[in-house]
């Protein structure tokens, strides 16, 4: 049985609509009980009531506060819940669909706001993971095919999801072993690089 701080982590990140969902079930089909998939903490949150802009109230800042700091706490409990899984069942990896220093790429003030307004040493939660692979959003190639697809709780606008994108890479883009893939590849492209990364960690 491997202990929790042997355990790797890889984040699949990037902006709405990269696909990141797509490529975590080919990895999950492709090495099976092998790596232990984390899943978004947002997502999780939209989906089971977290009121959602443009429904249930208006955008502000007010609201991305509340929502961050719940991804952030939900975030980790997930990752110990799914580290104490994967130690169960002699897993190597666990594969998370976006990570926790992503939040700051939604907060007005970037890096330096998270990290003082939720008391976190960011550049240790960075370093938490041992990889990262980004994803870029179709937003960026293929704006006509930009919407919802499998994720009926995303709220982001056309230009707000090349924003975000672009955001996301510079809050993980310091990290030793961060890698982004193109949102011109086909998806059998994306699928080999992320399989080629994972492999790495089994």
């Given at each position: 049985m491997k202990y929790m701080s042997e355990i790797k982590k890889v984040v699949i990140t990037g902006g709405p609509c990269a696909g990141k969902t797509s490529?975590?079930?080919l990895l999950k089909e492709e090495f099976g009980d092998a790596i232990i998939t984390v899943p978004e903490a947002a997502t999780l949150l939209l989906a089971g009531g977290f009121p959602l802009p443009g429904k249930h109230l208006d955008w502000c800042d007010g609201w991305q506060y509340s929502f961050q700091k719940s991804v952030l706490h939900l975030q980790k409990s997930l990752e110990d819940a799914y580290s104490l899984m994967a130690e169960r069942k002699g897993a190597n990896l666990l594969l998370c669909d976006n990570g926790l220093p992503s939040g700051a790429a939604y907060m007005p003030g970037?890096?330096?706001e998270f990290a003082a307004l939720y008391e976190i040493d960011f550049?240790?939660?960075l370093l938490d993971y041992d990889s990262v692979i980004h994803l870029e959003t179709i937003a960026l190639s293929q704006p006509k095919k930009y919407g919802k697809h499998n994720n009926e709780n995303r709220y982001t606008s056309l230009e707000e999801a090349i924003k975000r994108d672009i955001l996301?890479?510079?809050v993980w883009q310091s990290h030793p072993r961060w890698q982004v893939?193109?949102?011109t590849w086909a998806l059998e492209e994306k699928f080999h690089k992320?399989?080629?990364?994972?492999?790495k960690y089994l």
């Open positions: 490529i975590i079930n970037g890096i330096e550049e240790k939660e996301i890479k510079e893939i193109p949102s992320a399989k080629e990364t994972v492999k």
